[in-house]
């Protein structure tokens, strides 16, 4: 008697069955979807810092490879088995897609600057890959009527991968630096000019050394401003994108921490100078885009002489695939696999054609079409992708080249809200509920041109002041100290708040400047706009960079883990001191509990120095501001958060801000930039080049 079967075993078996048929078909499918993900939106993650637009690129660009990978694997296998000679053919054919997927598409190389670092790693793949693509076609090209179609997609295919290496290695931190320090620096023959003036001396002949430094021989700056101006201020829009480009060839030595020189510094003030803050921040947003797309795409394989050529023979491969496919006999072809087939190489052309678009109406492309030889033969080309590149802008995606948000965390919220539950008791357990924590109590708001404006401004005066005066000597290590310092009264008062470690007074500064946000009694009546401007800015930059000591400590202090703890510390004082007070989700009474507790003795003297806290040490410098009339606390207040996000942005190394720029971009690297260009920071440290000396013979007087 036979055995009757289960139900469920003959479901699974056809379960099985069917996906033994379609698991290579739905593979290679799959990877092409991949790509059309990729490159469509590869580019907007330098607009949003939205995390599941992260998430799913993330996800997207581990996923392209490794789904390449196994169905190239799964071919390989495939072919071994004893299938017809047609079958094989058209698997074989599929094998060059998945090498041409493997290159990716020109919107995203690197999902991080890690990836870039791994360019080696890289290569090696390629090789393995290429060894994997030529043993199926050893197995299956010989005497294929697909012959021809195979070898052109495959030199597409090795193309595009040998791009994509290509593109990693050059963006890496060290091919970088590399492309940007080509020249040793020897400086002049001191040994023979000292060997040369100490002859003469010997022999009696009276000689002095004439000294000409750089500096002096350079008596104007080696960029021409623009020559379409209104009011000294340049208002001609490829010009403006011609010196964001400028400034991007000068300044992007700063990603890999390389110096500058007083020429850089002259030819950037020459730039600035005459810019309002809105045009400052936009001719730095270029540069930015223009950064991120050297870090992150493949902008320095494809604008390039070679690159065009490469991308020429890239589409001209696959389109002449295409039609070599659409003559050839497809008898003993399985319906479904030509079917699959087309959808390969129709993905593949289209791919093809919005790289080439992505590729012509580019700002890479209006720069190199406004400083080539041709350019007047060529301006209305220009014009063309001019306008192209405003209606791109128009549209809500791509209407600015970063986010023009600010992440904002806010301690108190955090310590007063956050209650003890199953959920976040198993996360505990699970060791995440800080990386929870961080994504629920983030928020973004826009970067208001106040408080811009309050940055530009404040920065412009600076650096304004004499470089050799002791003004501007502190003002390079001030965060804080400078905007006190102003008037006796406040140094005196406050300036102990500022006089230890930068985490220590970001937190104390913080949590005051809440408390007094919370307690302003003029936040619900009329107020003049300067004040609710300072206000606003205050509240704003205390929350963005706690922000940034959260979700990115390693941006504001070589103590990154110091800074944690007194974070952590402080949070755990202030979570215990609200759950005996019983004050659950109100900000505004836990501000008013915090000020009704005595702070007569310092802290330390009656807590020690174990506990990094610094929650009482705020609460007395809240106390402290609110002596103050509401219109000179705004003030000082906002005056000493811009000094400290200048300070931050000063001290972040070059590949943190570079790191920042595929997630919306931050606030701290535009401030970063903007304080270079206008010649301040640590950077320049060539100050007077190479001196030219000469030995003048002195003239001896007769008697």
């Not at 390969?344 to 012509?360: D, P």
């Not at 804080?480 to 008062?493: H, I, K």
């Not at 936040?523 to 959260?550: F, G, W």
């Amino acid at each position: 008697m036979p055995k009757k079967i289960n139900p469920m075993e003959m479901s699974l078996w056809k379960l099985k069955t069917y996906w033994e048929e379609w698991e290579l078909r739905v593979g290679v499918l799959l990877s092409l979807l991949l790509q059309f993900i990729l490159i469509l939106s590869g580019n907007l993650r330098k607009r949003s810092p939205n995390k599941l637009l992260t998430f799913v690129l993330w996800l997207a660009y581990l996923s392209a490879e490794w789904v390449a990978t196994f169905a190239l694997g799964n071919i390989s296998n495939t072919i071994d088995d004893l299938i017809p000679h047609h079958h094989n053919d058209i698997l074989t054919f599929w094998t060059p897609f998945l090498l041409l997927h493997l290159g990716g598409p020109d919107t995203i190389t690197a999902f991080s600057l890690e990836d870039n670092q791994l360019w080696l790693r890289q290569a090696l793949g390629l090789i393995l890959q290429l060894v994997a693509v030529v043993y199926i076609f050893a197995r299956s090209l010989p005497g294929s009527k697909l012959l021809c179609p195979t070898l052109f997609v495959f030199l597409a295919g090795v193309l595009k991968y040998g791009e994509r290496n290509l593109a990693l290695k050059r963006a890496s931190m060290d091919g970088l630096r590399g492309s940007l320090v080509k020249d040793r620096e020897p400086g002049p023959n001191y040994a023979k000019l000292m060997e040369d003036f100490s002859s003469k001396l010997n022999a009696g002949i009276p000689a002095m050394l004439d000294v000409i430094g750089e500096s002096e021989d350079r008596n104007s700056s080696s960029y021409s401003p623009a020559t379409s101006v209104v009011g000294g201020v340049n208002t001609d829009w490829p010009q403006i994108l011609n010196e964001a480009f400028y400034c991007f060839q000068t300044f992007k030595r700063l990603f890999v921490d390389l110096i500058l020189s007083f020429h850089e510094r002259k030819d950037s003030r020459s730039i600035f100078s005459n810019r309002n803050a809105s045009q400052a921040y936009k001719l730095i947003e270029i540069e930015l885009n223009f950064v991120y797309d050297v870090l992150y795409t493949k902008a320095l394989v494809v604008h390039t002489l070679r690159g065009r050529i490469f991308r020429a023979l890239s589409f001209s491969s696959t389109l002449a695939a295409f039609f070599f496919f659409l003559l050839t006999e497809k008898q003993g072809f399985h319906k479904k696999d030509i079917i699959i087939t087309y959808l390969l190489l129709i993905g593949a052309l289209a791919l093809e054609i919005v790289a080439l678009g992505l590729l012509i109406f580019s700002d890479w492309t209006a720069v190199i079409l406004r400083s080539s030889n041709h350019y007047s033969k060529l301006i209305w080309l220009e014009r063309g992708i001019h306008g192209i590149l405003s209606m791109s802008r128009s549209l809500p995606p791509y209407k600015h080249r970063w986010s023009h948000c600010m992440g904002q965390y806010n301690l108190l919220k955090v310590c007063v809200q956050d209650q003890p539950t199953p959920f976040s008791k198993l996360l505990g357990s699970l060791d995440v509920k800080e990386l929870w924590d961080q994504y629920r109590y983030t928020e973004h708001v826009n970067a208001f041109e106040e408080l811009k404006n309050f940055i530009f401004e404040d920065l412009k005066r600076k650096s304004s002041m004499d470089e050799d005066s002791e003004d501007y000597k502190n003002f390079n290590m001030s965060r804080g100290q400078w905007a006190l310092q102003q008037d006796d009264e406040y140094y005196c008062r406050f300036g102990w708040s500022i006089q230890v470690n930068f985490d220590e007074s970001l937190l104390i500064w913080h949590i005051a400047t809440e408390i007094c946000f919370h307690l302003d009694d003029t936040k619900n009546n009329s107020t003049d706009h300067e004040t609710s401007n300072h206000r606003k800015a205050s509240k704003v930059l205390s929350s963005y960079l706690v922000y940034l000591l959260v979700a990115h400590p390693s941006t504001l202090s070589s103590t990154a883990g110091l800074g944690m703890i007194r974070y952590g510390d402080t949070c755990e004082e202030a979570t215990k001191f609200f759950k005996e007070e019983r004050l659950v989700g109100d900000e505004f009474e836990a501000c008013k509990m915090l000020m009704n507790v005595h702070t007569y003795v310092p802290t330390k003297q009656v807590k020690g120095d174990r506990s990094k806290s610094v929650l009482w040490d705020a609460v007395i410098l809240a106390k402290d501001l609110r002596e103050l009339d509401e219109p000179k606390m705004w003030k000082i207040t906002c005056k000493v958060w811009i000094e400290m996000l200048c300070f931050a942005a000063r001290h972040c190394r070059g590949n943190y801000h570079a790191q920042m720029l595929n997630t919306g971009g931050e606030l701290l690297t535009s401030v970063w930039l903007l304080e270079a260009h206008l010649g301040m920071g640590v950077h320049y440290q060539i100050k007077t080049g190479h001196f030219r000396t000469n030995i003048v013979l002195e003239k001896q007087e007769s008697y």
